[in-house]
């Protein structure tokens, strides 16, 4: 019995993003308590310059991004400090408050593996697609210098925010010799090619949807734990990643997040940083386009499948 559920045992990259200072502060020390109760390593990837999460307000002129804060009731869900958070006034630097630094090395001491996610999360996920090579390179120098300030070890990896990211964010992020990123949706890992030349670092692609996709579209915090945990069963064979939020999961869904690490134990499903589902001997070469996907507003970062 014992080797057919390890013959059965899926296994699971978990992704932590951490976009805010209140994500940082709050969310993170919950989710490092949560997944030591239940012996699990994740990946983090922190957001460590100025906090300008609130500056998304503009966004609600767009029809698409207004039906989803409505949907995922956003207010609730990340609380009116994020909302408003760099609205009118310089976002506080995230790596510069006491009690974030702490948090981010409270993440690095439990030996969880540590990523960058970006300098100025808004700004990247709004401007990407006009930045210059040397604005790009700028921007993950200074999140690239300012973890490894806090934690006493190099960031190892990257994930772009919201999945927004470009050629040229690719070819600046190759410099870094990061060990692995994870930029776009998708299945499987593979290597970027750019300007027909494949790039050094793989990318692992994202395949499960998060909880602001899925919330409000027939699916409510009652089943939304289920829902997941039948689609990780269907994807069964297939590299898995699953990205959770400080902000949702490591705050107003805690609770729902820590029954779901409990209902996945029971059907054999484990979770391990994402540096563990990567595949050893990768062959396989994709382009990375920009297209619109359902759940999300405006256009992301995907597997091609052209090589």
């Not at 951490?18 to 994500?23: A, Q, Y």
């Not at 990837?45 to 991004?65: E, I, T």
């Not at 976002?91 to 540590?114: L, M, T, V």
Request: with cysteine.
């Amino acid at each position: 019995m014992e080797q057919e559920n390890l013959e059965n045992n899926i296994t699971v990259g978990l992704r932590i993003d951490v976009d805010t200072l209140r994500g940082t502060i709050k969310g993170v020390p919950t989710l490092c308590s949560i997944l030591k109760k239940n012996n699990i390593k994740a990946t983090f990837y922190f957001s460590v310059g100025p906090d300008n999460m609130g500056r998304n307000l503009w966004r609600l002129l767009k029809p698409a991004f207004l039906i989803k804060m409505l949907r995922s009731k956003a207010a609730s869900l990340y609380g009116w400090d994020i909302i408003f958070t760099g609205t009118f006034w310089p976002g506080p630097k995230i790596g510069h408050n006491k009690k974030a630094r702490a948090a981010i090395k409270q993440a690095s001491d439990d030996e969880h593996e540590i990523g960058l996610h970006a300098w100025d999360h808004r700004s990247w996920q709004a401007n990407i697609v006009k930045w210059k090579p040397e604005r790009i390179y700028q921007e993950l120098q200074q999140a690239y210098t300012a973890i490894k300030e806090i934690t006493g070890s190099i960031p190892t990896c990257s994930a772009a925010p919201g999945w927004r990211s470009t050629d040229e964010a690719l070819l600046q992020k190759d410099k870094f010799n990061f060990k692995h990123n994870s930029d776009c949706r998708g299945e499987g890992t593979f290597y970027p090619i750019v300007n027909g030349e494949k790039l050094m670092t793989p990318q692992i692609a994202q395949n499960l949807p998060t909880y602001d996709e899925l919330i409000g579209l027939n699916i409510t915090s009652e089943n939304y734990n289920n829902n997941i945990i039948e689609l990780i069963k269907k994807k069964n064979k297939l590299t898995n990643v699953l990205t959770i939020h400080a902000e949702v999961e490591g705050i107003a869904c805690s609770e729902m997040f820590e029954e779901f690490l409990l209902l996945a134990k029971e059907q054999n499903i484990s979770f391990v940083p994402i540096k563990d589902v990567i595949s050893k001997d990768i062959n396989t070469t994709s382009k990375i386009i920009l297209k619109d996907m359902p759940g999300r507003e405006g256009t992301i970062a995907c597997k091609s499948n052209e090589s």
